[in-house]
């Protein structure tokens, strides 16, 4: 019998399988999915480079001040 955990992005309850292993969880699952994992780090990525260039943008302009 599948244990069901609840996805804390999605909120849907998958079987332990659909969810990434994890050694610092307590029951060696990350909370979110493998579904919402891959979207987030898709998301991340793209997040991350407009982070980037937002924040060479503020303190070349800050330097500028
Ligand atoms: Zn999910």
Do not use: T, W
């Amino acid at each position: 019998m599948d244990m069901l955990k609840k996805c804390k992005e999605c909120q849907k309850e998958k079987p332990l399988d659909e969810f990434q292993k994890h050694k610092h969880y307590k029951d060696g699952c990350l909370n979110k999915c493998k579904e919402c994992v891959s979207l987030n780090y898709k998301k991340k990525r793209n997040i991350n480079i407009d982070e980037f260039i937002a924040k060479s943008d503020c303190s070349f302009s800050f330097s500028l001040e």
